[in-house]
């Protein structure tokens, strides 16, 4: 009896084994516990009275993220909300005045294209060769802050560095104490 629950659980730990070692998907690093397929009904928030419609043939198709009968500039209501102006999400002729010198100031290099795309492949190949440890996969714990650690800038040595060179820093807060 003691033999078959050993092979079982040996058993058990292989399929666990074989079943994290990888797969060709994109990886997950940010686990949100998304899993439900239905409308999330926080995610509709009727921002202005809401209105039965004359006819309801003429009603819209559902569109999530999109504009809607009782919230029909929702970006805009939204940049208005944050202290913005709206009326810079229309872009007529290109690039504002206000941003000429900031644009000039970013393209003194050159612009590479298709940047994106470049970027997008080389984060995939980071995320493929860093995806983890296997029991916070397992348990769909989030892995995006452990596999981006290397790339983290120490904000303390930097401002050091930035001390040390005679430039004007703000004041920060003490390095907190590791325990």
């Keep these: ?22 797969s ?18 926080f995610s509709i928030l009727p921002t202005k009275p809401l209105q039965m419609p004359k006819d309801m043939a003429a009603l819209p198709s559902p569109a999530p993220d999109g504009s809607n009968l009782a919230d029909p500039t929702p970006v805009a209501d939204a940049v208005t909300a944050l202290g913005g102006k709206a009326s810079a999400l229309q872009l007529q002729g290109g690039i504002p005045a206000a941003d000429g010198a900031l644009v000039a100031a970013t393209d003194r290099f050159g612009v590479t294209a298709g940047i994106r795309a470049q970027l997008a492949a080389e984060d995939l190949r980071w995320r493929k060769r860093h995806p983890g440890k296997v029991l916070p996969r397992l348990f769909g714990a989030n892995l995006y802050y452990d596999a ?19 430039a004007a820093t703000p004041s920060a807060p003490p390095k907190p104490v590791k325990k």
């Design 24 to 41: 060709d998907k994109t990886p997950k690093l940010m686990n949100l516990q998304t899993n439900a397929h239905s409308p999330d009904e």
């Design 1 to 22: 009896m003691r033999a078959a629950r050993g092979s079982i659980g040996i058993a058990f730990v292989a399929v666990l084994a074989v079943a994290g070692c990888g």
């Design 148 to 166: 981006y650690t290397p790339m983290t800038l120490d904000a303390y040595a930097e401002l050091a560095r930035w001390r040390a060179v005679g």
